[in-house]
């Protein structure tokens, strides 16, 4: 999907992606001291709303004009409009970053294939402070067959070994690459799917 697509769903409904913060992002960085967040392609900024909330400088990249203006409506709502910036911008391209270097940068769910995620994962890389932290987690290839939700094209779900070694060509240095379970509920009752997740310090 383009970004005149992503437009449009995001217009078409109130909210595309849950309000709350995706709880491996929670899992993992709740205990990190408030600085400067980088939310990649951020959509509506649940991630970056969360830690706006908890003292964090945050912007979120992301290529739809609607999504952003959902986060800067939300932004608005709860209170945290000064600390929070939006960018427009494709983030497989380079993009100026208000808030680089940071303290840490984000990218939750973003599905392409791997050459353009590497190039996501590289330009984020250089918008990190050194000694600055990378998270993202991503719908697993082993999904198909044996998760729940999520893509139904391979070539969109990246395998452990394309984001260790993206991760690496970036200069990262990967601290934690694994497969979790995550149990989502639907109609028919709670169903296991299956994300990787990356933490990487530049």
């Avoid at 709502?77 to 939006?86: H, I, L, P, T």
Wanted: aromatic share 8%; with cysteine.
């Amino acid at each position: 999907m383009d970004a005149q697509e992503w437009d449009e769903r995001y217009r078409a409904s109130e909210t595309v992606w849950s309000i709350e913060p995706n709880q491996f992002v929670v899992e993992y960085l709740r205990d990190l001291r408030p600085g400067t967040m980088l939310d990649i392609a951020g959509g509506e900024g649940r991630n970056a709303l969360w830690f706006a909330r908890r003292g964090w400088a945050v912007e979120v990249v992301e290529f739809s004009a609607a999504a952003l203006a959902k986060f800067d409506d939300r932004a608005e709502f709860d209170r945290v409009k000064d600390r929070c910036v939006s960018t427009l911008a494709d983030v497989t391209e380079d993009y100026h970053a208000l808030v680089a270097p940071a303290n840490l940068a984000v990218m939750a769910y973003l599905q392409i294939p791997a050459e353009p995620l590497a190039r996501a994962i590289a330009v984020a890389a250089t918008k990190l402070r050194e000694g600055g932290t990378f998270f993202g987690v991503w719908h697993a290839r082993e999904n198909l067959e044996h998760g729940w939700g999520g893509p139904r094209e391979a070539s969109v779900l990246p395998t452990m070994d394309e984001l260790r070694g993206a991760a690496t060509a970036a200069g990262l240095t990967v601290v934690t690459l694994e497969q979790r379970e995550r149990v989502v509920a639907t109609p028919d009752g709670d169903r296991v799917a299956r994300d990787v997740v990356l933490l990487a310090t530049r």
